[in-house]
């Protein structure tokens, strides 16, 4: 028998923490789907709720409750659907796009959006102090850089105008067949200068407009409560202009950071949703829970960088050598094994229609060959590379992956370099890499937003890679207004991408989360972008 | 003792000095800045943040400002991370939540291990003690990145009686406190029987029983006195490693704490997040280690103030 001491000890902690759990009690999900309040993880916590500041994709997750462009999203293909503007119309040449606003957009505070609220906006996003990292996105607008750089400074010269309360002209520096897309991200959303100005400077940072008290959108959702680190819950919108098809009464998203803890609250039904899945969770989900596990196709390439300023590495049959030696189905097979596409060129297939014909396949013979006519038969006098990645394990796996095999069929030795996040991107800046661990997930869905990053110009090429027929291909396409005219330019840029080859693609993402059966309209689109409007619970 | 005090809040003038600014230039060493992002930023935004954050400045201009901001407003600056929040505010906003979660754990560390240790110590070699000791032992050797998720497994997911995330209700409490606090427990736990163990053999104790005391009135009123020295000096250490250790739990178990800000301002490089922490963690480690020892003081009479 044990000692009663310790049974009173062990039966009284015990007696406590039934108490406190008195009896199993009704979970987050079951409330939810009674009162239509959908839960979903996000992720790390937002760091504002400003769209023009916002930067990253699950700013997006909340964001896109509380705020609408002129063109929203179709639920399953992401098209271009009527938001805030109701129609529009697009000059002959491609380069004027007329929108009508429609009469009953409302602000949350009940002010009309006016075409006036838009051009204020876009004002605001180009105002260098501001300093909005994506105001980039604007530069397809006439006059828009200029006015970004500070080398204008009259607006009225950017091609935004309004030439009635509801109308919204836009003149565009060249015709753009993905304009349309392009207005869909956040940067182009509108925000009510009112507010704005009365919490402070309007373009300034540090504005703090965003509170629970002051806050203003023109979504289908309201902000309600923002607690940092706890949730955010955001009510139906009374006043949104589509009000009668939004089916959720309110959606709660909770910042979970941590994917096992994330993993945990759903499990406990905390969530309909996860934000993602650990990889050590998804044999075990699609094995016992095949209905909870949701694995979509994600806009996204993981991909190696080479600096091509660097000896050895600044030869291209080297790096084609390199990029042909790489097992990419035993790394989505074997490590990933979540549905992951081994990556062949630089575009994920399928991106609007386009799939690149250039290929940088698997095959170790032909590597082989490449290097020893680079003058390195069977890797004989090949220098020690290093590969910069930033610390996760998934990163290391992989690198280790690459490294056993270049060292088995090249006789490369790879030295793997693992730095902790912002070191890894001081190191990208001072471009003191050889090898360089990236990814690229798209802003919008055309195959522009991949390739451009290769340009001479993009401050996201960190190879030194250049080419002027390259830059001119996408120069060109961008100023093409068919689509299949437009393809074929692309075709040709990746092919020279390609074979030059400043990168090895590895695989095309996938997103794998959690849901719960009782999400509706939650379909799989390739920028996880998921219309709130269209999305409702159903308990069965 | 007043003295005794005085001089010791006095002594912390320079030590938090040569703490900020030992931080405030270890942090600025580190490569990477607060606006390096995956995607890259353009130069001219570069520019115009560093310039709104002050960032332009010469790094000693920065740290006279940063200094005198401190001393003459108390003014923490503002966050590079969260664009609309001063570091004063996010400290405000976590803290409470840090400072529960860490003063539950304490106490639920001193009444689990003092009782432990205690009975351990009277039940000397029995079953009672060697329960005890393994209840410490696996105590400090299950770490609580382990225990955690353990007890959320059992308690949340299978039982169902709480939360497995979350710092809404009393009930969610339970499970982050215990996880912290049964490690410090063990600990405690430990200390106390052997602290304990050595008094009770001690001549005073002896004359207590032999003037008849009762056996509880000589453990809780003789003996506990002197056997709990070394646990109050394991309180110093174990409150600072309670309140930075939160990080963890909070971690764990998705509390809006400030734990949490401590560790990602500095991946994030919010370098004045980054001070701010480190100094509000300087100044609560440095007053509870007073309060530590002006206990030390109290409880054995062979120390002074001095």
Known sequence: MRPPIVRLLLSSVFCLLAVAGCLKRETAVERGNRDQILHRGMGPEVADLDPHIATTANDYTVLSALFEGLVAEDPKTLAPVPGVAERWDISPDGLTYTFHLRSNAKWSNGDPVTARDFLASWQRVLTPSLAADNAYLLYIVQNAEGFHKGQLTDFTQVGFSAPDAHTVRITLEHPASYFLSLLQHWAWWPVHLPTLEKAGSPYQRGNRWTRVETFVGNGPFNLKEWRTGQHIDVTKSPVYWDAASVRLNGIRFHPIEDLNAEERAFRSGQLHLTEALPVAKVDAYRRDHPDLLRIDPYLGTYYYTFNITRPFINEARVRRALALAVDRAGITEKILRAGQLPAHAFTPPGTAGYTPTARLDSNFDDARRLLAEAGYPEGKGTPVIDILLNTSENHRIIAEEIQATWRKELGIEIRLNNMEGKSVLAARRARDFQILRSSWIGDYNDPATFLNLWTSGSGNNHSGWSNAAYDQLLFQAARTADTAARNALFQQAEALLVADAPFIPIYTYTHVFLKNPSVQGWHPTLLDHHPYKHVWLDPK | ?306
Request: hydrophobic share 50%.
């Open chain 2, 1 to 306: 003792m007043f003295r005794f005090i005085a001089r010791r809040l006095l002594e912390t003038i320079p030590v938090l000095f040569i703490i900020v600014t030992a931080t405030f230039f270890m942090v600025r060493f580190v490569p990477g800045g607060p606006f390096d992002s995956e995607k890259a930023t353009t130069p001219e935004i570069r520019a115009n943040l560093e310039a709104y954050y002050g960032l332009n400045l010469p790094l000693h201009q920065q740290y006279t400002n940063y200094l005198k901001a401190i001393v003459l407003h108390g003014d923490l600056g503002r966050s590079t991370k969260y664009a609309s929040r001063t570091v004063n505010e996010i400290i405000a906003d976590k803290l409470p939540a840090s400072l529960q979660l860490g003063g539950l754990s304490l106490l639920i560390a001193l009444v689990l291990g003092l009782t432990a240790g205690v009975i351990a110590a009277v039940k000397r070699n029995t079953k009672t003690d060697y329960a005890a000791s393994s209840f410490a032992m696996i105590g400090i050797c299950v770490p609580t990145f382990v225990l955690g998720p353990l007890l959320v497994l059992v308690f949340a997911i299978h039982l169902g009686w709480f939360s497995a995330s979350g710092w809404y209700d009393w009930q969610d409490r339970i499970l982050p406190s215990l996880t912290l606090g049964i490690v410090y427990a063990a600990g405690i736990a430990r200390l106390t029987r052997g602290g304990m163990l050595e008094v009770l053999n001690l001549d005073y104790i002896r004359t207590a029983r032999a003037k008849g005391a009762s056996e509880a009135r000589i453990i809780l009123k003789h003996a506990l006195r002197g056997g709990l020295l070394p646990v109050v000096s394991y309180l110093g250490p174990a409150i600072a490693g309670i309140l930075t250790g939160s990080f963890v739990i909070e971690t764990i178990f998705q509390i809006p704490g400030l734990g949490r800000e401590f560790v990602n301002s500095a991946f994030n490089r919010d370098y004045t997040l980054v001070l701010g922490t480190v100094i509000l963690y300087a100044v609560l480690i440095i007053a509870l280690n007073l309060v530590v020892d002006v206990v030390q003081v109290w409880l054995n009479p062979k120390l002074k103030f001095e």
